[in-house]
Structure formats: C-alpha cells, structure tokens
C-alpha cells in the first residue's frame, strides 16, 4: 500500500530562518503530489501540487516545492518564513491504477512554529 | 459558492450511540473524500466515493458507513459510537481531474465520552 513519511514531526525555526520540510513516498509508479496546511484551528488549504512537467513547482504565500522521481521526494521549501507561517503542513499522494484516479493519502504532518 | 460544508462542528456522543456526520458540496465535484484527523498520525482516509452510488474503504473504515445517493452528499454514519472515534472528522471532495487537489471542510469535532 501506498505510504507517505514526513520525517520532521515538530520544527521550531526563528522568523527570516529557510525551511525545508521533507517528504517521501513508497508508490513507484504515477502520483500527483501535494503539500497542504492547516493554520491553528482551521482546515486544510492546498499550498501547491505536482502533476507533471517542471519538477519544481511554486506554490501560494512563497512556497515551492521540488519533485524528485529518482529519491521519492517531494521536499517544501521557504527561503525566509514568517511568525504567520506557522502551523501544520501534510504531504500527500494521489496514486494511479489502470489510468484511473485513486484516493489522496497523507502524510503524518509536521508542526512549524515560528518565533518572532 | 459555500463549497465543502459540514455539519454538526461540534458533537459530544456517549459511548453506543448512533449519528450520521453531514457533508454537502456544490461544486459538482465527482470524488468526495472523509478523513480522521489525531494527534500525531495526520489524515486517515476512512471513506471515499468516485461518484453517485459509487463509495469504497479507506484506510480506517471499521465502525463507519457511507452512501453516496447524490453528488452532492456523502454522509459518514457512526453506528455505535466508541471512544476510540474521537477525532476531527474532515469532508473533502474534488474533480475528476488527475491533477486536481482536495477542498476540505470546516471539519467536526466529536468526542465519544
């Protein structure tokens, strides 16, 4: 089945500070990708996706994120985070059987908290 | 446009008790999706339907049930409540495009006492 790591569970980073949070898949074959976050009490709002083409691919608020087929990753990165950064961020894989759209799995999620 | 909404926000159930958990969207979008949230263990898929009359099992799915009658609603039953459901329960749903991601709800709360 397929799975998704997100080896940083908690990261603590100081406002200006680059953020680079990893995630890794098990499924060989086609995936989308995403990156999700929920800010503190709310719902999960997309941040940017994969789908083909451009490996890195930018998404809202100056994240990006880098789509590498050969290690299974899909790693977000900010070049310089803010204190309104924080919050929870999940990975997540749609796989494909047979050409036909599969279900999105997640990741564990990893807490950012940003100090000002 | 209201898209994904769910209802109740908050529910406190007591230990064998039934309730149907209420998801509507009115984007027409095909793929509707219910989540767990806990502490620690992210999103766990626990139903999911590709279209009307159409749902199978996700990661979770003993001690819930779903129908899809409609595009629009995907309810998730809980039909004797444990304590162990205590969770943030997430409605998602999405078009059948490949690259498209999911548009979450407000979520509910519920607590199994």
Redesign the interface.
């Given at each position: 089945a397929q799975s998704v790591s997100?080896h940083n569970?908690h990261v603590i980073l100081s406002e200006a500070a680059s953020l680079e949070l990893g995630c890794n898949y098990s499924y060989g074959g086609t995936v989308?990708l995403?990156w999700?976050v929920q800010y503190p009490g709310?719902?999960?709002?997309?941040l940017l996706?994969y789908?083909?083409g451009d490996p890195l691919v930018k998404g809202i608020k100056g994240f990006e994120a880098e789509f590498i087929k050969s290690k299974f990753s899909f790693n977000l990165r900010k070049p310089s985070v803010q204190w309104s950064d924080t919050a929870e961020y999940?990975c997540a894989v749609?796989q494909?059987y047979g050409g036909a759209?599969n279900?999105?799995?997640?990741?564990?999620?990893t807490l950012l908290a940003v100090q000002p | 446009n209201a898209g994904v909404t769910q209802t109740p926000k908050f529910q406190v159930l007591k230990t064998g008790q039934s309730m149907t958990l209420q998801c509507a969207q009115d984007m027409n979008h095909e793929?509707m999706?219910w989540?767990r949230q806990d502490p620690?263990?992210?999103?766990?898929?626990i139903h999911?339907s590709?279209g009307a009359g159409i749902t199978d099992q996700?990661?979770v799915p003993n001690g819930y049930n779903v129908s899809r009658s409609t595009t629009e609603d995907f309810p998730l039953r809980l039909l004797s409540a444990a304590p162990s459901q205590t969770s943030v329960y997430?409605c998602?749903s999405?078009i059948?495009?490949?690259?498209s991601?999911?548009t979450?709800?407000?979520?509910t709360r519920l607590t199994v006492v």
């Open positions: 997100q569970h989308n995403f999700y709310q719902h999960l709002q997309l996706k789908f083909s999940f749609k494909y759209t279900k999105l799995i997640f990741g564990t999620g | 793929y999706s989540y620690g263990m992210g999103l766990r898929l999911y590709v996700g990661e997430f998602a999405s059948r495009d490949r690259g991601g999911y979450f709800g407000s979520g």
